[in-house]
């Protein structure tokens, strides 16, 4: 946290407005340049706060811990904050001997300006400890070829990446939800298609002031997905299967989000609704955390040098990952192309390649089924930075993604896309070659949304001869998928029984079964209830005691 006292030389160039926050962090005031230097001479402890901005109104200005709250802006913009924050190559070699829990600590230093240095770290020591993630060192990276590293992002309880941010997002909630006074129970509700929801229930579990309930598809997800949610543990969750497909759930969920009866209810008895889907910054910026990690990790064991440059791979569905990545880069981690990875749901590798984002065809269920997307929201906040937060384009072009499921960004945005991103997309006949391929050459087991993002960067290898050292997302564990896995390693059919899968992949793999999957065997199922979408209502209001 910087004090104004110690900031004095800097603000002035760096900051546009100044936010500025009393000890007991209840009475804010924005000021002026000029106001804001005599207040923080007469005044004791002071911060500079960074602010940020709404894409659909830029005048809309919110603290950090206002954003997470709020999750979206009222008008339906996202929140970007005003400015990316640098750091220094040295800042960076800086971190090599820290934890991932202090790592995290620094990034978040630089965007959650408005939170202390002691509540960053309650919530970095609460989410990344070995008690939530099996592996010492939260992530980690495997050497898969020359120069080409897999950054194992499943080590957490649910073996996918969200488990990254999700693990994390309920301290950043309730501590925000403390320090702007709101004195009030979060209740999370999730409409989920797997693996989110999963994410999020380990997440809030038993976590102080929250409550949280999630709704499935009965016929929408996988055996795994559905026992991993229906044997949840903790006092504070709900997990309802509804009667319908993924976007029942989501519209219900919505509807109810909007009911002003319900709203009313929550407010009498001191509740409020908030959100964990990957459009809320909370979301976001605990994604940062790992490019900026693993690139340090990657100089400490000389496998690049300081200053390098290296290429992000990235298996790309909702666009947060990625974007997470281009936040690192302009942050000051040197990298040379992010690459955008799709399957054959290939809405992203058309947009960057030719400008025209075009949601009008058809809509695949694939092997990498967390990214089955057509629309992916972040999006708006990279195309907000890249217009210079020009709030009126992004209203006209999200306007017409809405009406007409189409938009054109104009030239020079087309040519700044290409400046940072590469993209390039697989079906799933590519994604089980390349999984039995690196199994193969390189006794390496990956699930399949990573399987696309390798094959979509030896693709790029092949047309660009680019030499750069890279780093690869690899962003669920192969277990979570392994009936795809094994169909692609021997061929076999999917079995019934998951386990017995599970069993046929640690023969061929050696790969310790993450814990938290291999327990599910003996867990009992706790949820068994499934209704109609017009019961939704009724069950969050029981659930609620209200
Ligand atoms: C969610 C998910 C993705 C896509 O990530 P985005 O941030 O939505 O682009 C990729 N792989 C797995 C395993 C996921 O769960």
């Known amino acids: 946290m910087l004090l104004i006292q110690q900031a004095q030389g800097l603000f002035f160039e760096k900051y546009h407005s100044i936010f500025i926050i009393n000890a007991d962090h209840n009475k804010k005031a924005l000021f002026s340049r000029s106001k804001v230097f005599t207040d923080m001479i007469c005044s004791g402890r002071m911060e500079i706060v960074m602010f940020y901005k709404s894409t659909r109104n830029s005048d809309i200005k919110v603290t950090s811990a206002e954003a997470i709250t709020q999750g979206i802006s009222a008008e339906g913009g996202l929140f970007v904050p005003e400015e990316i924050p640098a750091i220094s190559i040295d800042e960076i070699k800086g971190l090599a001997d820290m934890s991932y829990a202090d790592r995290a600590a620094f990034v ?16 970095t020591d609460n989410a990344y400890t070995t008690k939530n993630f099996e592996s010492e060192s939260i992530t980690e990276i495997s050497h898969l070829f020359d120069g080409t590293y897999m950054l194992e992002l499943w080590h957490g309880p649910t073996c996918a990446f969200k488990d990254m941010a999700l693990q994390i997002l309920p301290y950043f909630l309730t501590t925000s939800a403390k320090k702007i006074n709101l004195d009030k129970k979060i209740v999370i509700l999730v409409a989920t298609s797997g693996d989110t929801g999963k994410a999020a229930l380990e997440g809030f579990k038993d976590v102080e002031g929250t409550q949280i309930m999630v709704f499935y598809p009965e016929q929408g ?8 949610m229906i044997t949840q543990e903790g006092s504070n969750v709900g997990v309802c299967a509804i009667k319908g497909n993924f976007d029942d759930c989501q519209n219900g969920v919505k509807s109810i989000f909007t009911d002003n009866d319900i709203k009313a209810k929550l407010e009498n008895g001191s509740m409020m ?17 790992y490019y900026v990690s693993s690139y340090a990790e990657l100089v400490k ?30 942050m000051g981690v040197p990298v040379n192309k992010l690459i955008c990875a799709s399957n054959i749901n290939n809405v992203l590798t058309n947009f960057i390649n030719t400008g025209i984002y075009d949601r009008n065809r058809n809509f695949y269920a694939t092997c990498s089924p967390s990214m089955d997307i057509l629309i992916s929201s972040n999006l708006e906040r990279l195309l907000y930075i890249l217009t210079g937060c ?5 209203k006209e072009w999200f306007g017409s993604l809405a009406e007409t499921g189409k938009y054109e960004v104009s030239d020079d945005i087309k040519k700044l896309l290409k400046q940072d991103f590469c993209a390039g ?8 070659a390349t999984i039995k391929k690196i199994f193969d050459e390189y006794s390496y087991t990956c699930d399949t949304h990573t399987a696309v993002a390798v094959k979509v960067y030896n693709d790029y290898i092949a047309e660009t001869g680019d030499k750069t050292k890279t780093i690869i997302a690899s962003t669920a564990s192969p277990y979570k998928f392994s009936a795809s896995v094994l169909e692609a390693i021997d061929g076999s059919a999917p079995e019934i029984d998951e386990y017995d899968m599970i069993e046929k992949l640690y023969e061929h793999s050696g790969y310790a079964v993450p814990k938290s999957l291999a327990e599910l065997k003996n867990k009992k199922a706790r949820f068994d209830v499934s209704i109609e979408k017009s019961e939704m209502k009724d069950f969050v209001l029981k659930n609620l005691g209200l």
């Open 108 to 123: 978040f230093s630089k965007y959650l300006t408005d939170f202390t240095d002691a509540e960053i770290h309650y919530c």
């Open 221 to 228: 997800v996988s055996p795994m997905q559905k026992r991993q």
């Open 273 to 289: 609704f908030s959100s964990a889907n990957s459009i809320n910054w909370g979301r976001l910026v605990p994604q940062i955390v």
């Open 301 to 330: 064991n000389e496998q690049i040098s300081a200053g390098e440059k290296i290429n992000i791979v990235v298996p790309t569905g909702n666009f947060g990952n990625i974007l997470a990545a281009y936040y690192a880069k302009q």
């Open 390 to 394: 020009n709030d009126a384009k992004i």
């Open 425 to 432: 997309f697989c079906d799933d006949n590519d994604t089980k």
